[in-house]
């Protein structure tokens, strides 16, 4: 099982980043797939979850209106496409995948991932 994060980079408040998650090794449209970030000194939060079966999504408050999630069955690969960026959206953003869906997001994606990628660096300047 594999999961990447990609495309995180320095961009300044109000900009846009594109993070791509591609998978390997699972059946990718049975999981639920989720962005979690870690800022320094900070515990990890779960920002977005989407379920590949189905399609349906979960944001959290603080990026709700900005970030948008979803996925490509057949690249087998999630997306995360952030808008309207803020400093408190810096940290490292990891790509996890789980389930069922349900139960990820009704614990606001504080349990249910069985498989995790490495990280991406995501820095906001003001």
């Known amino acids: 099982v594999q999961l990447q994060a990609s495309g995180g980079g320095l961009v300044q408040a109000g900009g846009s980043l594109r993070l791509s998650c591609t998978t390997s090794?699972?059946?990718?449209?049975?999981?639920?797939i989720g962005w979690f970030r870690q800022a320094p000194g900070k515990d990890r939060e779960g920002v977005s979850c989407?379920?590949?079966?189905?399609?349906?999504?979960y944001y959290a408050d603080s990026v709700k209106g900005r970030f948008s999630i979803s996925s490509d069955n057949a690249k087998k690969t999630v997306y995360l496409q952030m808008n309207s960026l803020k400093p408190e959206d810096t940290g490292v953003y990891y790509c996890?995948?789980?389930?069922?869906?349900?139960?990820?997001?009704?614990?606001?994606?504080?349990?249910?991932?069985?498989?995790w990628g490495k990280g991406t660096q995501v820095t906001v300047s003001s």
């Open positions: 996890a995948a789980g389930g069922p869906y349900i139960l990820v997001v009704s614990t606001g994606l504080k349990d249910g991932m069985d498989y």
């Open positions: 090794g699972f059946a990718f449209d049975r999981y639920a």
């Open positions: 989407i379920d590949a079966s189905d399609g349906a999504t």
